[in-house]
């Protein structure tokens, strides 16, 4: 009797339960409705989820909704609903300037990834802003200098060369079947990065731990943000935290080393240079000097790899399928690196060299133009921030200025894969400056893009004078995919040998 008491207690309380519940979507419907006003995006929302299963099941459908329903309306921007945030959409490029431009405390803070903070912890460069994060952009720029990108150059190239032998003799184990590109890229551009941000301070054993974490943290990027035991994004939490530890343990070996008189070789000695360089001038250890503590710079490198990680191997991926499809661009790059470089020569791509390579230069540019690597570069609104004259965004929206959308905006025939229009006469990245968006803009553009465009050139430049390659082609495989920057569908299936 008790039992059965209890139990019709609990359904009495179902009909309260229901009109709380009712109560609380209604709620939601009617602060969706608010918030959108008259801009375009969905009339209704589905309660507590919003649109994020259409999301995760075709991330490139969803963007590509939202940007038609921007144009269609005139307005340049759309709106949507994920899991409790209202986002906007941005797909004019003077809309996105008004963000890139507005990033402080009282407008818009660059948060990189939606659920970025909780990856990635508070220390990350992109969090900060005004004099403190201009601050921190003054002590990292000596890294990019061009006597640092020099020493880089060998580093990068070498790696390169290795792993593109590796990559033939691969093809020739698989009986010449088709290579996924992108997974070989991925491994190279994080060989890369280790070997150009940390050098020798990670042995084998080190390399083989990082790049399973680096393999959980991708991954978890592209998952629900759960952070309970089991679920890919606490996996992901997780191994960032071993990765700032073993670059944290990294940094601690270079200032040991630059303070025996040792020269720098790689990213973080330049850095510790100048950060002792600093505790020496000032009298004091490194309590007084910012940013210099070794727990905090293990934090920015990690920063680095992620910048420098998947948006270069999305970009050398385009390179090699917008090269295989215009034969005629192919040639131009192959007699233009055989004037200034031979492999045969057995020397390395100089500074020099590659600043002579302009028509490659121009390749490259025009890649990343033409397939923007990083779409998408999400902002919170700090504030109501008046985005138009009839439009103010309200404080709290995820905004997602689409760099994507602004590439095939000014330029002269946009839909046009055109390397020319980078060329000393057309300038088209300077007269339609305002539309190359993929460095981004204001306070928060790239510091390291001259590095970024360097292994970009390079890969060019020793892929096409050492490889030959075609394409392994099937229906869709050039549609777009997130992974979470953008790539081909089928991962770039080529078949590659010896030139």
């Not at 952009?137 to 006597?147: E, L, M, Q, Y």
């Not at 990082?210 to 606490?234: A, K, S």
């Not at 040792?262 to 950060?275: A, H, S, Y």
């Not at 309590?287 to 920015?300: A, K, Y």
Request: glycine share 6%; proline share 5%.
């Amino acid at each position: 009797m008790e039992s059965i008491s209890i139990w019709s207690i609990l359904v009495s309380f179902i009909p309260y339960l229901l009109c709380i519940v009712s109560f609380f979507i209604f709620i939601e419907q009617i602060s969706y409705i608010k918030k959108k006003k008259s801009s375009p995006g969905p009339i209704l929302i589905l309660p507590f989820l919003g649109n994020v299963i259409q999301l995760i099941r075709n991330p490139t459908q969803f963007w590509e909704d939202a940007a038609k329903a921007a144009k269609e309306s005139n307005m340049g921007f759309s709106t949507n609903y994920i899991m409790g945030h209202f986002i906007i959409f941005i797909q004019n490029s003077e809309l996105s300037h008004k963000v890139f431009s507005n990033v402080r405390p009282d407008a818009f803070h660059f948060v990189g990834h939606p659920f970025g903070k909780k990856l990635f912890g508070e220390h990350n460069l992109i969090y900060l802003s005004g004099q403190e994060h201009k601050d921190l952009r003054g002590r990292i720029a000596p890294n990019f200098t061009p006597n640092a990108l020099s020493i880089y150059l060998s580093l990068q190239q070498n790696i390169i060369l290795q792993h593109l032998t590796k990559w033939v003799n691969l093809s020739i184990q698989n009986g010449n079947k088709p290579l996924a590109l992108r997974f070989l890229c991925r491994d190279m551009n994080l060989d890369t990065s280790q070997s150009v941000f940390v050098g020798p301070y990670l042995n084998e054993k080190s390399r083989e731990e990082f790049n399973v974490d680096y393999n959980l943290f991708n991954e978890g990027t592209l998952t629900l943000p759960i952070d309970l035991p089991g679920f890919g994004f606490q996996k992901a939490r997780l191994a960032v935290t071993r990765l700032v530890e073993t670059l944290t343990n990294c940094v601690k070996q270079s200032k040991t080393k630059l303070q025996s008189g040792k020269e720098p070789v790689c990213l973080i000695d330049f850095w510790m240079q100048q950060v002792l360089r600093e505790i020496q001038e000032n009298g004091s250890d490194s309590n007084g000097v910012p940013h210099s503590s070794d727990v905090e710079i293990g934090g920015h490198l990690f920063d680095f790899l992620y910048a420098a990680q998947d948006a270069s191997t999305s970009s050398l991926l385009w390179a090699v399928i917008l090269l295989e499809k215009n034969p005629e661009i192919l040639s131009k790059v192959r007699q233009e690196v055989s004037r200034i470089w031979s492999a045969e020569s057995g020397k390395l791509i100089t500074a020099e060299n590659l600043r002579e390579m302009k028509y490659t230069e121009a390749v490259a540019r025009e890649v990343i133009r033409y397939r923007a690597p990083a779409p998408l570069v999400p902002h919170i609104a700090g504030e109501d921030f008046q985005l138009t004259e009839s439009y103010t965004i309200p404080k709290g929206t995820m905004v997602f200025p689409s760099v994507f959308e602004s590439s095939f905006q000014g330029f002269t025939e946009p839909e046009l894969f055109d390397p020319d229009r980078f060329s000393e006469n057309r300038q088209e990245d300077q007269i339609y400056k305002r539309n190359f968006l993929v460095f981004g803009a204001g306070p928060h553009q790239c510091v390291g893009q001259r590095y970024a465009v360097n292994q970009l050139v390079l890969f060019i430049a020793v892929f096409t004078s050492l490889l030959d390659f075609k394409r392994y082609r099937t229906e869709g495989c050039d549609d777009l995919v997130y992974v979470p920057t953008i790539c081909p569908k089928d991962d770039c299936l080529v078949y590659l040998s010896k030139r």
